[in-house]
């Protein structure tokens, strides 16, 4: 997020599908406990819009919000459908492979800018370092996912060309 103009609004990057039922969804919370009310609202290019907040009144305000992440409450969102998932649903359930061994668990799913990319952390053999492996969100690497049984599976990347592989 920054600022835009002078009178507080804010240039921010939106992930919604329909970017203007972002007004509708009520007040957006910030990590930190703040909250924001929505008061102008305009689309800009894919992914981005430009918007106004009751509580920030001048450029300066805004500056302060650049790297702010805002949500939505998710109460106000609407249910998904039967075969739908928001990403949310699946941070903290189990990564198995095909054959049910345990992977690890989804840490995340992230978009850097080419396509959803999957995060998931797993535990060293002793059980207490942690690392994480980043993979493609496609169906083909995450074929089922089963968000009420608590777990996905996932189809391991052969190993690569330096010998290195995820499990």
């Known amino acids: 997020m920054g600022a835009q103009g002078l009178k507080g609004e804010v240039k921010a990057k939106i ?7 972002l007004p509708r969804y009520g007040k957006l919370h910030g990590k930190d406990g703040r909250i924001f009310t929505i008061t102008a609202f305009r689309p800009t290019k894919p992914g981005e819009a430009v918007m106004a907040f009751e509580e920030v ?4 305000s805004a500056e302060n919000l650049k790297g702010t992440e805002l949500f939505v409450d998710r109460a ?8 739908e998932f928001y990403y949310t649903d699946l941070v903290g359930l189990e990564a198995r492979d095909s054959e049910g061994r ?8 992230h978009n850097f800018g080419a396509s959803d990319v999957i995060e998931l952390t797993r ?14 969100f ?30």
């Open 123 to 136: 535990a060293s053999l002793d059980g207490r370092a942690r690392d994480s492996v980043h993979l493609a």
């Open 138 to 167: 496609t169906r083909e690497t995450v074929p089922h996912i089963h968000i009420a049984d608590g777990y996905i599976i996932v189809a391991v990347p052969e190993d690569d060309e330096a010998g290195d592989h995820v499990e």
């Open 15 to 21: 992930f919604t599908a329909t970017p203007d039922a």
């Open 102 to 109: 345990v992977l690890g668990k989804v840490a995340a799913v």
């Open 76 to 83: 106000a969102l609407p249910a998904p459908d039967e075969d």
């Open 57 to 60: 009144r001048d450029r300066n």
